[in-house]
């Protein structure tokens, strides 16, 4: 069956902020960024979508703040999923 691979690659950035439970005072900011990937397979014949993969390696860093000293974490994470057509069945 003929198909097309279809790529697109996002630029990702995350900041999330929040408070820590049972600790007044103290926050928590976290910001990362990299890069996801994610591919398609594509039927050329009826434009159905067969595999769609996807994955991205992000790092950033923690940091909790409100203590006399802030404390910062490198950290690090990555993801890879498949969606795949599966036919027959009931």
Do not use: C, H, K, W
Not at 12 to 20: F, P, W
Not at 23 to 31: D, E, F, N
């Amino acid at each position: 069956m003929p198909t097309f691979l279809i790529r697109a690659d996002a630029r990702l950035e995350v900041r999330a902020e929040g408070a820590l439970p049972n600790q007044p005072g103290l926050r928590v900011i976290t910001t990362m960024e990299g890069l996801e990937t994610n591919e398609f397979i594509v039927a050329q014949a009826n434009g159905r979508m067969l595999l769609r993969t996807r994955s991205a390696e992000l790092s950033g860093r923690m940091e909790y703040i409100g203590m006399p000293q802030a404390v910062v974490l490198d950290v690090s994470r990555s993801y890879e999923n498949e969606i795949r057509l599966v036919e027959g069945g009931d």
